[in-house]
């Protein structure tokens, strides 16, 4: 993922965000080599659900929109939130591309974490946050869990420093619903900032 830190004054929350899926990406490598987990190669079951059970908030959303932004395709992203699949969901997998996710490198919070991160069952036992598939996969390795119990990285406690960075854009929506307001934040400031820096060239 690639965002110019030009845009770090022009959106505040946009270093921590940058800053804290660096963090994800490290901690998520850790789970996956410490359990030697992997998703099979082409598979995106997860992304084949309804909006709503794929949330992120327009913080999340802030470094994939301004990478739209910046090559000017975000109209064409925004025409597919209609429908009930995340927009950014492709069901044929292309080359250049891992998964179904047509904008992987700067997928939201939520797309990071599935799979890699931990939760605490309500009997206090600690599971997985994954589909059948990686459950299977951690599952022959439950002595691992039991031996790393309390360093895994739990996902309420990641999802929790990401609300934090904005109190206000840190509300999560359907993941259409949020790429909508995300796009509509990165929008108006990137219009109102080139208006900003005209009226200053006039003047
Ligand atoms: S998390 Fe599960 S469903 Fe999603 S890509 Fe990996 S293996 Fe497939
Ligand atoms: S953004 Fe990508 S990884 Fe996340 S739900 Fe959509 S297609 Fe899946």
């Keep these: 993922m690639y965002i110019s830190q030009n845009y770090y004054s022009l959106f505040p929350q946009l270093q921590k965000i940058v800053r804290l899926y660096q963090?994800?990406?490290?901690?998520?490598?850790?789970?996956?080599?410490?359990?030697?987990?992997?998703?099979?190669?082409?598979?995106?079951?997860?992304?084949?659900?309804?909006?709503?059970?794929?949330?992120?908030?327009?913080?999340?959303?802030?470094?994939?929109?301004?990478?739209?932004?910046?090559?000017?395709?975000?109209?064409?992203?925004?025409?597919?939130?209609?429908?009930?699949?995340?927009?950014?969901?492709?069901?044929?997998?292309?080359?250049?591309?891992?998964?179904?996710?047509?904008v992987y490198e700067y997928r939201p919070l939520v797309c990071r974490l599935f799979g890699f991160t931990f939760m605490t069952h309500k009997f206090g036992a600690i599971v997985p946050v994954a589909c059948t598939t990686l459950q299977k996969q951690y599952s022959a390795k439950k002595e691992i869990i039991a031996m790393y119990s309390s360093n895994l990285p739990h996902i309420s406690s990641i999802s929790m420093q990401s609300m934090m960075i904005d109190s206000v854009r840190g509300n999560r929506y359907p993941i259409n619903e949020?790429?909508?307001?995300?796009?509509?934040?990165?929008?108006?400031?990137?219009?109102?900032?080139?208006?900003?820096?005209?009226?200053n060239n006039i003047a």
């Design 178 to 199: 949020a790429f909508q307001k995300a796009i509509e934040y990165v929008v108006l400031k990137m219009r109102f900032s080139n208006y900003d820096e005209d009226l």
């Design 23 to 102: 963090e994800v990406e490290e901690i998520t490598s850790n789970v996956k080599n410490l359990f030697s987990a992997k998703c099979p190669e082409g598979c995106g079951q997860c992304c084949n659900t309804a909006c709503n059970n794929i949330e992120a908030s327009i913080v999340e959303m802030l470094p994939l929109c301004i990478h739209l932004y910046e090559q000017n395709t975000y109209l064409m992203w925004l025409d597919k939130t209609n429908q009930n699949l995340c927009p950014f969901y492709e069901t044929e997998r292309t080359n250049h591309r891992i998964g179904c996710c047509a």
